[in-house]
C-alpha cells in the first residue's frame, strides 16, 4: 500500500526517488496516449 511505500522511502530514499521517478514517467506517457 501507500504507507508500506513511504516507509520503504525513508529506509532506502535513494531508491524509492529512483522508482518515483520511473512511476511518475510511466503515468505520464500513460495519461498522454
Do not use: D, I, V
Request: glycine letters at 6%; proline letters at 3%.
Amino acid at each position: 500500500g501507500l504507507s508500506e511505500r513511504f516507509k520503504w522511502q525513508e529506509n532506502c530514499p535513494g531508491s524509492a526517488t529512483f522508482t518515483y521517478e520511473l512511476f511518475m514517467q510511466a503515468a505520464l506517457m500513460f495519461t498522454a496516449a
